[in-house]
């Protein structure tokens, strides 16, 4: 039993259409989860979404967010802007969004802040690449990029959520092993202390992403650290996607 209900969130990237709005909300929306479900789609389809989930508990987020309040930035999406429109969370630091689209730690904590501010939760990914796992550099990079985008915030009555990503597991089918996540997000919470103080990180809620499937959901919420999941191409299948919101629900107070 965790001390708090575990959060899975589904995170559809580049995917999905109208068609996958309807039935991935039919799987889960007739169960009472005590776990927390989200879904992060695409930005066109948040107010759909938001409209479908209308009378349930799952909440909306998008997948990013602009830095910028407003003004002259093409194709930018403001936090004030996904509030009006029912978000409850955005995704920031994407391990694609910093791979293939430049995000840096300091873009990180701008859009957190903007978040912040606006009344969303943000959900910062982190997670070190292939190279550097095999080098060993696990704790440096995570210690990068939560020192250079934590620090600061004005996190009085707010959510903060964590992602660890190793980007060596994401769409690989090659998920850390139980184990691996735990001493991880240990050391997450280690420097969450030493940046938030350790009130406010207790607060903070860490999941795990990574090639997360229906069997490994079970061993991964097990660990005392991981309060949640982050699913990319599971959260597809709806029927697949379902049964792990029900593993997190098991576990859940
Ligand atoms: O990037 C992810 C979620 O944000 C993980 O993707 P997969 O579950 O497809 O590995």
Redesign the pocket.
């Known amino acids: 039993m965790k001390k708090r209900a575990p959060l899975v ?1 589904a ?1 559809w ?1 580049l995917n999905g259409g109208t068609d996958l709005i309807c039935t991935s909300v039919a799987s889960v929306l007739n169960k009472s989860f005590k776990a927390e479900v989200g879904i992060a789609p695409p930005y066109v389809y948040i107010s759909d979404m938001v409209n479908f989930l209308r009378n349930s508990n799952i909440l909306v987020g998008s997948q990013n967010v602009s830095k910028f309040a407003s003004g002259a930035f093409t194709g930018e999406t403001s936090a004030q802007m996904l509030k009006e429109v029912g978000c409850t969370f955005c ?1 920031i630091g ?3 969004r910093r791979q293939m689209f430049l995000e840096n730690d300091a873009s990180c904590h701008t859009k957190i802040e903007r978040a912040l501010v606006n009344g969303l939760m943000p959900i910062l ?1 982190v997670g070190e690449n292939d190279q550097q796992y095999e080098l060993g550099l696990t704790q440096d990079i995570l210690y990068r990029q939560l020192h250079q985008a934590l620090p600061n915030l004005e996190l009085q009555g707010k959510r903060l959520c964590i ?1 660890y ?1 190793p980007v060596w ?5 090659k ?1 850390a092993s139980a184990e691996q996540v735990q001493e991880v997000h240990q050391y997450i919470y280690q420097e969450l202390c030493a940046i938030l103080g350790e009130e406010a990180a207790e607060g903070v809620q860490i999941l795990y ?5 229906k069997d490994n959901a079970a061993e991964l919420l097990a660990m005392p650290n991981v309060d949640g999941l ?6 597809l299948d709806p029927e697949h996607f379902a049964q792990i919101c029900t593993i997190a629900n098991d576990v859940a107070p």
């Open positions: 969130v995170n990237k995704l994407h391990s694609e990914c992602a990503e597991a994401i769409g690989t089918g998920a992403g990574g090639s997360v499937k982050l699913v990319g191409g599971a959260s």
